[in-house]
Structures are given as C-alpha cells and as structure tokens.
C-alpha cells in the first residue's frame, strides 16, 4: 500500500494513474466510477512509434475529406461508463484530436485528428498513461456494410411500425362504421386518411421487397418477397381505385399490415445474422506487417511483403516468426502449437528450419529467408482459412425451399380465382376484389414469422446456458447434422495434466519442490503446484538461485547449497539420476542432489459429460470422431475411454481440413468441436465449427457457436436447443399452411369480409409466435 | 359538418404524429442510439461542467477545420 498525502494506492501504476488524471483535471473521473473495481493499469507494452511506421498507416488509417486523419482502434480494459467519459475526455484536451468517439458496448473507438499536430503514437500513449491499452483493427468494409443496413431497417421499422398503429387506430372506426352504418363521406375520408398512412409504408419501408422481387425475377425464382410486393402493390391500388369510386372497402390496414410484419421477420433475420467482418479483422491483428532485417551490417525494419528470399531476418524472443528459413545464428525453444498442436516447445539451433506462424518462446536468432511472404507457410494458413470461411457450405433452410412453391401457389391461385369470377358472369371489379382478397389471406405474414421467431427462442435459450450461436441460420444446420468430430486436447479432456499418483521415495520438504515448480509455467509442472496447493495447507515460496529451465526436458535450481532438479526420464538419465522402471504416463521425476526423492504421475483428466454425449449422439444416428494431432496411443486409450471408435491421430492442421473435406463429398453435414489454432482450418470448414469459450482467439471468432463453460454437457444443449428449434420451425410451418388451407378456399369462394382478413391475419401470426413461445416455457421449467 | 371535425382531427394528429416520427428518424440517422449504454447512462454525465467541454470541442473542432484547410 502506497500512500499519498490523503490517498492510498494499491501500486505506482494507480498512483501514477492518479496524478495524470488530477493534473489535467480530470480527477472526476473517481467520483465517476464510484464502486467500480478498477484494474491497476499494466505497464509492459511494445514500443509504440510502430504506429507511426508508413506501413502501419497504410494498413489502418484512413483520410477523410477534410484531410483529418482516422482510424479504429479497440481499447481494451473499459469495464463501465465512467472510462469511456474518461478516455474520451483525455483525447479531447490533446491539441490535434477532433475527435474521439467511443462505443462502450464493443469498446471500438473512432478518433479523428489532425496529423501535422499530433501522432498517432502519441494518442495511444496517452491511452495507455491513463491504464487502457488500445490496439487499431481495419473496420473493414464489410462491417460498415453490416452496420448500415441494420439502421437501414431501423428506419424502415420505425416508419412501418408507426404508420400501421396509426392505421389501425382508423381501421377500427373503419369496421365499427361496417357493422353499425356510416356515411359514404366519413368512409373517404378515413380512407384517405389510411392511404396517406399506408403509402410511405409501401414505397419507403415496402422497398425492401420489391428489391428482393426484382432480384428474384431476375434470377428465375419466385420468392416470398414477390409475393408480398404484387400482394400489397395491387391491394394498394385496389384500394386507391375504392376510395376514388367511393364504395366498396378499402384494404389500406391490409397492406401497411403485410409489409410491416414480414418486415419485422426479416429484420430479426439480419438481426441474427453473422458479422463476418469481425473474424477477418482478428486474423489481421495477429500478423504484424513488419520484421527486422540485416542489410549490411545494420538492422532496418522492413515491410514484410518486400522481404526477398536469401535476406537476413531477425527474430527476438516472444515475437512471431513471420516468413520461413534456416537459423544462421542463435538457439533456442519455439511453440509450434499454431501448426502442430503440440503444446510442448520444440528446440532448435543454427542450421534447423524455423516455419512462419510459430512463436519464438526464448531463441533469438538471425535466419535466412528461404520463402518470400507470398508462398510462406504462414500465409497458406490464411489463405486456406479465408478460402474455408468463405466457401462454407450452404445448406439450404427450409424457409427458403418452402418459400418459393408457397409463393407460386398463391399466385397462380389468385390469378385463377380472378379468371373464374370474371369468366362466370361478374363484374370485373368483383372479380379482381376476391383475386386479391385470395392475396391477402394468403398473407405470408405467419410464414415470414415462422423462421425469426423460432430461431430467435432457439438462441435465447442457448444463451442462457452457456452457448452461443453466432447466427440463426445454424440451429437448423446442426440439427441436420450427420457427423461430429471431436478434438482431444481442451475439448475432450481439460487439456491441463493432474497429478494422478504420487510416489515417494523420501520424505521431503514441500515447499522446495513448490517453489521449484511455480518458477515454470509448463503444463506438468502447473499441474504439480495445483497438487500440492490441494494436499498441503501451508506454503511459501522460496527464493531460489539460479534457477534455469530446460526445455522438452525439465528445471534445476539451487537453494542454500541443495540441488533441486524436476524432470522428465530423459533429463533424469542425462543428469545421472537413478530412476528405475519408466511409464508410458506422463511423469515428472524430482531429485534432491543428485538422488530421486519422489515421482508424480500425471494425466489429462477426462471431462465430465464425454461418456454421456458420445452416447447420446450416437442414439440420434451422429456419427462421433475424434481428430487430434496427438500420438495414436494417448489418443485411443481416451477414444476408448470415452467409448469413440473412430480415432485419427497424428493429423496435421491441413490433414484435418483434408478430413471434413472427404465428408463433405459424402454430403455429410459435419459439426466439429476444437479449440486451438491447430483446428482453425477445420473449424472454418465445417458446416457448423464449435469452440471452447476458453480456446485461442482465432478460434472463437471464425467459429458460429462458442461454449462459454467450456463443459461438454453444454455441447449436447446445443445439438438439444439446434433439434427442438428446429421442430418448432417445422411446427411453424405446419401451423401456418393449415390455417392458409382453411382459409385460402374461402376466400376463393369470396366468403371473406375485410374484418375477416385482418383479423385472421393477425390471429395466424400470434399463433406462430405464441407456439415458439411455448418451448421456451417447457425449456425453462425443466 | 361533423365531417369537417374529423377530417381536421385527423390531420392535426397526424401531422403532430409526422413531427415525433421525423424527429426520431434523425435521431436514428446521426446515430444517437448507437451505443444503447452510452445512450443510457448520458444522463448521469449531464452537468455544466460536461456541456462546457462538448462546446470547447466544437470550437476546437472548426478551427482545426480552418487551420488544416488545405487548397489543392
């Protein structure tokens, strides 16, 4: 605890915080965020002029017409109202900034400034004084696209919604004048009155559909929008051709009535739609566009599209390896967990190869570049995986297949009741009157809720627990699923080694072996601090000297003239130690100078549930596999475990993509769970990718469900939720094709009032909505 | 007569009606409600001292306009 005149800091960091917010007065900002647990700001953060590099510029920052420059950036570490008054207030008193906008809902950030004046350095220094961190992402263009055309069907709404509230305000003096008698003038002049409402209804919000219908024409197919255009257009017109006549009814609600319902359906199919934009954007943030290069002595920061085969690179430790080639100088550990899966660190010394995608964990070296970036490993990774996303299969919803025969129907029944009427002697008015009452009956309104409503109980359930479904369009796809590929690490086990026996030679202190352990941050030895952290009640840690880790091997440290060393067999045997017998367990051996005091055997434990699911699953005729880049025993012995009988191991990423390949040409529909970047390409592949909420960034972002809990008794919610979503869209359709086969032939007969149309029209559509609501009610109980 | 009233009724409402309808198409339009939680918790920053810098931002705004005018 740090104190200060009146004030207490829990570190420099908030101090620090503190006296910049005071000094420029905008020490509101504590009063602000009143009972709010602030993060103590972190401090280790890449040397910022980057941001000034002309690549980075070219890359993220955009000129708008008054020459201000702009850009996006995400800040990280906004967690209520009062940091995003603060940052913005920051950014305004800085000479240059325009201006800085931020949306506290996704943290994005808009600021505009005037170049000449201020840097874009400069500005996110000054986020990350005040204890945020912010990093830039291309607001690409899709996401712009996506933004506008949901406050595009705002609008629309807002127009629709309003106009037919109004409208049937009206419409209910309308059909009490019906029963009861009113004069021909009155009935005018409400007429008028809900045309001049039911007009920017048809042509302003209604455009959507006659786009659609366009569009369909000009493709060769009748959809639904067609049907809802011709339908409400020749209504609207009927009814102008009444009020001008003055007698007859007009059908004015009908239309604004259409046109705003099916509306509303396809806005919460947008609304459910997935942001495809977001997903490119990560991969983007996780390539840097720059590396450092040897020419002639000295080190110039080159773009890396420009680097040439034959130059030098360099790499320091904890960066990326962004091209491929051979080490010329330096050694040193690597994670190639991006390429093989394989979580433990692989060694590599001058003359080995280094591939573009893996993480220096300690090595600084000097490479030589034996690909330019275009055909390095790296970028195939990135092009497979955009080829993936974008060529997912559709699968065609049902919505869609019904949608088109539906519309069909209907219209060539009402052109053929139009043609009887007339045909047999009435006149064309009436004819034409019953035609389109046929339309209006008909009106797709339950059938364009079925579909949206459904999905939407669907994925608010799945929200609920846990699961969430990136887009509507997917509780149908899983529920049609044929195949399910599981990985192994993370997704079927826990993914963190436990300690399963413990073997002790002598007796020993704990603390020693604790202290050692809490020096390294690999699996095993984290799964032997959580071990002991669990048997023993009273720990320290002790200060060890010299303390050095081996990798793929093991750690030693000293401790007042002691020698401590943990390991593997491996590190055992090249130390001298004596160990006996070795297991085909992972183990971890501990030795006290130079002899073998205890043996912990580890395992990836098995997650609850697997057993269960893979049961169940395969009740419901879903074939399980399980893919993993691990060694054929580990993975079956869990396959067997579990009780899956198809195993494929030792899979490299490509291999794995190559596999839901071969399934897709089978026209299976495949639903594949992973969580590393190793199962990215196949992720993307699959008909439906699933991710572990806790799975690598990448992952959770090109995936379409996310199982935030991690458990697999989430996973089998989601095929639950996917299969009862979609009885219900089923039971949608049922209903509302049953009430168009009643009422369809009455109509035909010209039994039908207009009351009788509105009525029934709504009646249908809260029939759709009040049955999705039904399951949601089962599924909340239970 | 009576005709009259109504018709007159139910211009004026409409009219009035129109005017709200409007007003919150602009609103939507210049992106008021982009940020549902901004949106909300606006009112809380609500005091003179906030309105004051709103100001000082436009002003700073124009003149950088002005000073970073730049003919081709």
């Known amino acids: ?273 997935k942001n495809a934009a977001d997903t490119l954007d990560v991969i983007g943030k996780h390539l840097p566009n720059e590396v450092n290069i040897v020419k002639e002595g000295q080190i110039v920061v080159c773009k890396l599209q420009d680097v040439t085969v034959g130059e030098r690179v360099l790499v320091s430790s904890g960066e990326k390896v962004l091209l491929d080639g051979v080490i010329l100088k330096g050694e040193g550990s690597f994670d190639e967990s991006s390429l093989t899966g394989e979580s433990e660190p692989i060694f590599k010394k001058i003359g080995d190869k280094v591939i573009s995608g893996t993480t220096s964990i300690d090595a600084d070296i000097e490479f030589e570049a034996t690909k330019d970036f275009e055909h390095s490993t790296l970028s195939n990774l990135v092009m497979l995986l955009e080829s993936a996303i974008n060529k997912k299969p559709k699968i065609e919803l049902l919505a869609n297949r019904l949608s088109e025969h539906f519309s069909t129907t209907i219209l060539v029944l009402a052109f053929m009741t139009f043609a009887v009427w007339w045909a047999w002697p009435h006149s064309f008015e009436t004819a034409l009157m019953v035609g389109i009452s046929v339309i209006v009956i008909a009106c797709p309104c339950a059938l364009g809720l079925a579909t949206p409503v459904a999905t939407l109980v669907g994925l608010s359930l799945g929200a609920k627990r846990g699961i969430l479904f990136k887009e509507a369009a997917q509780l149908e796809t899983m529920a049609k699923a044929d195949v399910l590929l599981l990985d192994k690490t993370g997704t079927l086990t826990e993914g963190k080694p436990t300690v399963s026996t413990e073997n002790k030679f002598q007796e020993f202190e704990y603390t020693l072996l604790y202290s050692l352990v809490k020096q390294s941050k690999h699996p095993v030895a984290k799964g032997i601090a959580k071990y002991i952290e669990k048997s023993v009640e009273t720990l320290s840690l002790y200060a060890l000297d010299s303390f050095s880790q081996i990798s793929a091997r093991g750690m030693e440290a000293n401790y007042n003239g002691v020698m401590l060393l943990g390991g593997n067999a491996k590190f055992m045997h090249e130390r001298g130690v004596e160990i006996g017998q070795s297991s085909s367990n992972t183990n971890f051996y501990y030795a006290i100078n130079g002899e073998l005091v205890a043996l912990y055997e580890l395992h990836d434990a098995i997650k609850p549930g697997a057993q269960e699911l893979v049961k169940i699953l395969r009740d419901k005729a879903i074939d399980v596999v399980m893919l993993t880049g691990d060694n054929i025993a580990s993975a079956q012995s869990i396959a067997k475990e579990v009780g899956i009988e198809k195993v494929y191991a030792e899979l490299t990423p490509e291999e794995k993509l190559a596999y839901v390949e071969s399934l897709h040409k089978d026209t299976k529909v495949v639903v594949m769970v992973g969580d590393g970047v190793n199962d990215i390409l196949a992720l993307a592949k699959a008909d439906i990718g699933i991710v572990m909420g806790s799975g690598s960034d990448i992952a959770v972002e090109i995936s379409d469900v996310v199982l935030l809990n991690d458990s697999l008794h989430s996973l089998l919610g989601a095929f639950q939720i996917a299969r009862t979503t979609f009885t219900l869209i089923k039971q949608n359709f049922a209903i509302s094709l049953v009430y168009n086969a009643i009422t369809i032939p009455l109509a035909m007969a010209g039994l039908v009032i207009p009351l009788v149309a509105a009525l029934s029209m709504s009646f249908s559509s809260l029939l759709v909505v009040g049955n999705s609501m039904r399951i949601r009610y089962k599924w909340n109980r239970s | 007569m009576d005709n009259m009233i109504v018709a007159m009724m139910l211009g004026a409402s409409l009219f009035l009606g129109a005017v ?53």
């Open chain 2, 20 to 72: 709200a309808l409007i007003a919150f198409l602009w609103a939507i339009k210049t992106g008021q409600f982009d940020d549902e939680e901004k949106f909300l918790n606006a009112v809380k920053f609500d005091n003179v001292e906030d309105l004051n810098d709103a100001i000082a931002q436009e002003k700073k705004r124009e003149e950088l306009k002005k000073k970073n005018y730049k003919p081709e």
């Open chain 1, 1 to 273: 605890m740090i104190q200060d005149g009146e004030h207490y800091f829990c570190c420099n960091g908030c101090q620090g915080v503190f006296h910049l917010l005071s000094d420029s007065g905008l020490d509101g900002f504590y009063q602000k965020s009143a009972g709010v647990q602030l993060t103590p700001p972190t401090q280790q953060y890449e040397d910022s002029s980057n941001f000034n590099s002309p690549a980075f510029y070219d890359k993220f920052v955009t000129k708008n017409k008054d020459a201000f420059s702009e850009v996006s950036l995400i800040i990280e570490g906004i967690h209520c109202s009062a940091c995003v008054w603060l940052n913005e207030k920051a950014l305004h008193k800085m000479d240059g900034v325009v201006e800085a906008s931020i949306n506290f809902t996704n943290n994005k950030a808009h600021i505009i400034w005037v170049d000449d004046v201020v840097k874009l350095s400069e500005i996110i220094d000054m986020i990350r004084a005040i204890g945020y961190n912010a990093y830039p992402y291309d607001a690409s263009l899709q996401e712009l696209h996506a933004n506008k055309v949901r406050k595009e069907y705002y609008l629309r709404m807002a127009v629709a919604i309003f106009a037919s509230m109004n409208v049937m305000w009206i419409a209910v003096a309308q059909y009490a004048g019906y029963f009861t008698g009113i004069t021909q003038e009155m009935k005018t002049i409400l007429n008028i009155a809900e045309g001049v409402l039911a007009t920017p209804v048809l042509f302003y919000s209604g455009w959507v559909f006659f786009r659609g219908a366009y569009y369909g024409m000009r493709n060769r197919v009748v959809n639904m929008d067609l049907l809802v255009a011709t339908g409400a257009l020749l209504t609207y017109v009927y009814s102008i051709y009444i009020t001008v006549l003055e007698h007859g009814e007009a059908y004015f609600d009908s239309v604004s009535m259409i046109i705003t319902f099916v509306l509303i359906g396809k806005f919460l199919e947008v609304l459910s739609k």
